[in-house]
């Protein structure tokens, strides 16, 4: 345990939240590369503190807003209005600290999901779930004016999402930069939906009533099929993390895919579908050569796997997830 810096003590004790900011404890928790984030305890009570990074922690330099923490509030504020279960209570939010307060939700009853698929835990009726929960966030902020002028967010999307992901990669494969530039371009102009940005396991929580969604740092009104494709990228990837679990990551996927797509109601289905067919394997190439890649494809062998898949499907897009999940799936069987 330690102390957190006088600027964030002093503001817990202004937002009522603690009375004497000398007598704070705090935990670090897993952050990930964008935030710090610690478990607090003061008199008697024990919540979440949040604080955006304006550098992230990658060894490639890469730099965002801090301004993005204040709309990951507005979004766990709106998605919580749409899905109240989903998402964690805030507390307390700073918009010039740059910080937020949020209830402690104890791993004992809220595992990540990105554990438990570690332990080879791929509960397609979780899966499910998730689809649906994001399904019904897209869904009631769709064609929102409203919603649109409030997540105007481009600028923060493009640091941190498109640029790092896309765009990145293309620096890397530069015989499918106009694929990949162009892709970024045409995701970037999509506005329809409030989109969360980083619909990865780590930010999902295994709750008693379903998933629970954290860090939506990305917040943007923009595609929906991006939260679609981030995440079944993810599923994608664990393959090659608990190759015993190869067959239930990918019955994972395919529930992930039917319950979204089958609660699209805000446009034709086969329209998002087929642009997070052109997306999933440009993030599916991006988590091994763009600047954020997954820390568990760690050979060279298995990075080419990716590569040998998602290069021709960058190339020449396809319009279904399933041609994705399977030209995967043939890949792992050789």
């Avoid at 969360?196 to 929580?205: R, T, Y």
């Amino acid at each position: 345990m330690e102390t957190i810096d006088r600027e964030l003590a002093a503001w817990l004790a202004r937002a009522g939240l603690v009375e004497d900011p000398n007598a704070i404890v705090a935990e670090p928790l897993t952050g990930g590369v964008a935030s710090d984030i610690w478990r607090v305890e003061a008199g008697g009570r024990s919540f979440a503190v949040k604080r955006a990074l304006e550098k992230l922690r990658v060894a490639r330099d890469w730099h965002a807003p801090i301004s993005r923490n204040g709309k990951e509030v507005e979004w766990l504020l709106q998605a919580g209005r749409i899905v109240p279960d989903a998402v964690p209570h805030v507390l307390a939010q700073d918009a010039e600290v740059g910080a937020f307060a949020m209830e402690y939700l104890r791993p004992e009853d809220h595992p990540v999901w990105k554990a438990e698929l570690r332990a080879g835990r791929a509960d397609p009726a979780f899966a499910a779930a998730v689809g649906r929960a994001i399904a019904a966030i897209h869904g009631a902020t769709a064609h929102s004016a409203e919603i649109a002028a409030r997540f105007d967010t481009d600028a923060i999307f493009h640091s941190i999402r498109l640029e790092p992901y896309l765009e990145a990669t293309a620096e890397a494969h530069p015989d499918l930069a106009p694929q990949l530039m162009a892709l970024s371009r045409e995701t970037l102009a999509t506005k329809i939906a409030l989109v969360h940005g980083d619909v990865s396991p780590k930010n999902i929580l295994v709750g008693p009533k379903g998933p629970i969604f954290l860090d939506a740092e990305c917040a943007w009104y923009g595609d929906p099929a991006f939260d679609l494709a981030f995440c079944l990228n993810h599923l994608l990837l664990k393959c090659l993390w608990v190759p015993t679990s190869r067959e239930d990551y990918l019955a994972a996927f395919d529930a992930l895919a039917k319950a979204y797509l089958d609660a699209v109601g805000w446009e034709p289905r086969e329209k998002v579908e087929a642009r997070a067919a052109r997306l999933l394997p440009g993030l599916f190439l991006a988590r091994v050569d763009g600047k954020s890649p997954v820390e568990y494809v760690t050979t060279e062998p298995d990075r080419d796997r990716v590569r040998r898949v998602a290069r021709p499907l960058i190339a020449t897009p396809p319009t279904t997830l399933a041609a994705i999940r399977d030209a995967w799936e043939e890949e792992l069987s050789k």
